[in-house]
């Protein structure tokens, strides 16, 4: 029980760690798209 | 009283990455970006990069709707029993809420930040993917991947509406390129794990019409296979580079293709391996042929 307890929590950790990995990239990539999108609106 | 199902631990990150059969992903973005890299008008990269991201994140989506609709069929057989939910690492549901998930923030995101002419095509590439191919066709008729081998085609098309907002003649061609491939590509492999698919009950060429018959149909469909890549050069869409490396390189696919339908089985399947590897290859460096005309032009 405490085995599967410990792989249980490690697991939660992993993919919290993940998730959190990609949002900051997706809150990254969205900043530039909003700047390439200003761009190609002054451009026109 | 009722007996509940065993309760599995979280699954693994990495399984939720392989339920986006990376592998297949490879060759998806490659087209994708090939197409738009053959687009007349560029883009800005990091909408580039975005459109690209999209394209696969959805082929993703896609991937993993279909172990979540075929895990009992990927059970039986040995080269997809390992997958995340066959192996029992991974409850179905999870699977299902990750590639409705996925399938929708890629078809979301191309539309905002990309365009609505690649967001459409992406829809359709994946609902056609997941309902028409894996749902309908794929235990029901021999035809499966002809039809549905236009699943796989969208992605240069994907690209060039990414890059241009619209459709024209050069990426239809690279959409019926692929198209065609799919068939022989895919008849190589199944002539080499024929017992497997006849084990899951999957109604592939070789099960259903026999070996022959699916020999004698890689040959046919290789014809129209190599008019087609051949094409854009005649067509003056594409200069003589992409027309001299179209030849040579379909030419080697037909003597392949020629070897194969010409066989019977024998102990190794050495032909039709190597069929099937070429097939991956020829597809890689006929899409990058094609990229380095638009440069040398």
Redesign the interface.
Known sequence: MGD?QE??QR??K??AI?TAVLLLAFVV?TF??T???I??GMAQ | MTTAAPLLPPADWRDFLALTKPRVMTLVVFTGLCGMLAAPRGIAPVLAFTAILCIALGAGAAGALNQWYEADLDAVMKRTAKRPLPAGRMDRQSALHFGVGLAAFSVILMGLAVNMAAAAILTVSILFYVLIYTVWLKRRTPQNIVIGGAAGAFPPLIGWAAATGEVAVLPVLLFALVFLWTPPHFWALALFIESDYAKAGIPMLPVVAGERATRRQIGLYTIPMALVAVAPWPLGLTGAFYGAASIALTAIFGALAARVTIGRNTPGMKPEKRLFAYSIIYLFVIFGALVVDRWLA
């Open positions: 599967e792989l249980i697991r939660q992993a993919r993940v990539l530039f798209i700047i390439a999108k761009r190609e």
